[in-house]
């Protein structure tokens, strides 16, 4: 935690290890100010976050891969699309 002080345009500097990074500003509580990193993702690509059983199969997926726990069988590539159309809705 650092304390700075903001100039005459109510501004504040983070220093050069936050240079060119997007943040976000939080000042919805007013007795309180958040800052936080961002990383920005395209909007076609957003629904991930939004559907958490598909975000948590992809990040099992990426653990999985990891630790190169990789599938014997053949994918079902017709029961995937079943899966797909439905967590679509």
Not at 12 to 27: C, E, H, M, R
Not at 52 to 77: E, I, Y
């Amino acid at each position: 935690m650092a304390t700075k002080t903001l100039d005459t345009k109510g501004r504040v500097t983070l220093g050069a290890k936050f240079a060119g990074q997007t943040v976000v500003i939080d000042d919805s509580d007013p007795t309180c100010i958040t800052i936080r990193p961002m990383v920005l993702i395209p909007a076609d690509e957003a629904w991930l976050y939004h559907n958490q059983t598909a975000l948590g199969l992809v990040r099992k997926g990426l653990d999985d891969a990891r630790s190169g726990n990789f599938a014997v069988a053949s994918p079902d590539v017709d029961g995937d699309l079943d899966w797909l159309d439905d967590i679509e809705e």
